[in-house]
DNA sequence: TTGTAAGCGTTATCAC
DNA sequence: GTGATAACGCTTACAA
């Protein structure tokens, strides 16, 4: 690995003339600045990003944690983080905790030898415990939909607006006439179900249609879930025209359970997920969704994180937290 | 930050004894040994992984390429590389290319001034300038599923047995009693196609069953080039009973083109796939097909990697490029 | 405009 | 056993 003094020895000046040389410094001679980029170029140079990181005091790298890679919605919001990264000269660091107390602090504990410049973190539960931890690394961390709505000083979270695609949701099962509707919670305790389920209700209440709790059922957000539920849903007296899912897996679990049963979709029940996971579209039939921007997540995550170590603590202000909106994917399923 | 010096103050030793206590080394009574670690712990201290990489020359990091990590195959590796690398203390530093030249470039470059220890890419194909700057980071690759079927000095490729994959296809259909089986190709010049294939002629021929050009058609990795494929097939003046696919996304082609021209299947025609991807399960039928095993090709990448690096170059000696078997998965569309 | 020297946080080589 | 001291590759005052 050929260093800056090599480079200095080649061109017969002073390594540090070399450094200001290469990082473009107008207190080095144009000519002199020249040839020592040539020098550097065909000698193929690359700077040490340790070395250099030791001195500056940054490394221009993030730290991404996810619960797993594998989760096709994590991977997609971690493109998003990558390529924003990589446009701004930042590098990721990924580590996995597969949601073990034991890996999350290996995870963590790694991020800080490494002295990464910001985190981001992915996972759809974040115990408050893990991230106060994350915090005490004293970089900006932002959090992609956090169900616990829990954050510190320096972190931040970004989230879909789950009210809102509850409502476009609601909107399009009401405007083909629905008046029936049943919703199918996601795991208990998080914040992003009580949102969609609000938004479940508010539709409902604004069109002056009645709550009834007996079409409401527990899911647990697998599609596992979604056949208790639909299995829940007819056995009752009068059986809903439509459901509306926490999410994807779940109404993929409706689906599959209501061909078995020969119930057809959506002539006789019309099916709506919430995600737009890749299988969405591939399921038979193809299924309407609200979609989450995940990539564009991912981009706006790191786009803050960018703000953030950039500029240090943000003076006592604090940013606010953004939230972007859902979109409704009509495929047909309904 | 605190750094040794900072312990070393506290404990009211010299930095260089404050270092040797922090990595057991033998060399450093017991009893200030643990006065220093337990020092360090109170005071939260965490190694610079940087500084250190600096005086050993290793940096204890990995990089990892791909085209993208949304794509469900990809990160399945991946996690196989991450976990492997987390149990053995490396660091993956992930980096996406998109195929494109420019940012191809731009992720070596970055690998480089990290000085990660090693380097592994998945990309479905890997094009031989690419190759030729990614060695020249003069660390050791470990490529997967490298359909070039290239390799250098320092590079290695763990690839799934096509041959054997193809061979328990077609086992499984001429088993189920079907003789007039099709083979829908991949996208030209894979080597993987090219051994697909191979092992469905190979599987016919074995049998006495003639081999028919016109059974075989052209794909091109995706669900369209599996409808037109089918399409093919079917108008054929006698069509097939089976088809083995190139891979899962032109199986589900087929088997959502069959659907809408209502061919029942199985009944009417088998389909098998190849990689087992996610979707695999949730299609409708659900698609029998050769699992690759990503996740253990992830670790064994890893794995390899750990070896190389530790070794160093294997002092002339080659080692060999690890095949592993795929594994017949059979759900309901044969 | 350039060079010298100090320092970032480590490890490693010496003496003591 | 322990402590100076040099070195890793870089940036950055401070001098010249």
């Known amino acids: 690995m050929i260093s800056i003094k090599d480079i200095a020895r080649a061109a017969g000046v002073s390594h540090s003339t070399v450094s200001r040389a290469l990082r473009d410094s107008a207190l080095v001679n144009a000519v002199t600045r020249q040839r020592i980029q040539a020098v550097a170029i065909e000698m193929g140079y690359t ?25 096709p919605f994590v991977a997609e919001v971690v493109q998003g983080v990558e390529t924003t990264a990589q446009q701004h000269g930042y590098s990721v660091v990924l580590s996995g905790s597969g949601a073990e107390p034991e890996r999350e602090m290996a995870a963590v504990q790694m991020l800080r030898s ?67 509707i049943a919703y199918v919670t996601g795991p208990e305790d998080h914040s992003s179900d009580m ?22 059922v527990r899911g647990n957000g697998w599609p596992d879930g979604g056949r208790r539920a639909l299995e829940a849903l007819m056995g009752l007296v009068e059986p809903p025209t439509a459901v509306f ?48 921007p995940k990539f564009e997540m991912g981009q706006l995550a790191m786009g803050m994180l960018l703000n953030l170590m950039q500029a240090g603590t943000p003076a006592g202000e604090r940013l606010s937290n953004p939230v972007v909106q859902g979109q409704l994917i009509v495929r047909e399923s309904t």
């Not at 893990?130 to 616990?148: A, D, F, K, Q, W």
């Not at 789950?162 to 476009?168: A, E, F, K, P, V």
């Not at 949102?195 to 409401?216: D, F, H, K, Q, T």
Request: hydrophobic letters at 40%.
């Open 195 to 216: 949102e969609r389920m609000g938004a479940y209700r508010r539709a409902l209440e604004e069109r002056g249609l009645p709550w009834e709790p007996e079409l409401v």
């Open 47 to 71: 700077p040490d990003a340790q070395a250099r990181s030791l001195v500056t005091g940054r490394s221009r790298a993030v730290g991404v944690v996810v619960a797993t890679i594998a989760d």
């Open 245 to 292: 899912c926490y999410n994807d897996m779940t109404a993929i679990g409706l689906l599959r359970t209501a061909r078995e049963r020969s119930i057809r979709i959506p002539e006789s029940l019309a099916v709506v997920g919430f995600d737009d996971i890749p299988l969405a579209a591939y399921v038979d039939p193809p299924l309407t969704t609200i979609a989450q």
């Open 114 to 180: 490494k002295r990464v410049d910001g985190v981001i973190v992915t996972a759809s539960r974040i115990g408050a415990l893990y991230l106060s931890h994350v915090e005490r690394l004293g970089v900006p961390v932002v959090l992609i939909n956090n169900h616990n709505e829990q954050s510190g000083h320096y972190t931040y979270t970004v989230s879909v607006d789950n009210h809102q695609g509850g409502l476009l949701a609601m909107d399009h099962l009401l405007t083909l006439e629905h008046r029936r």
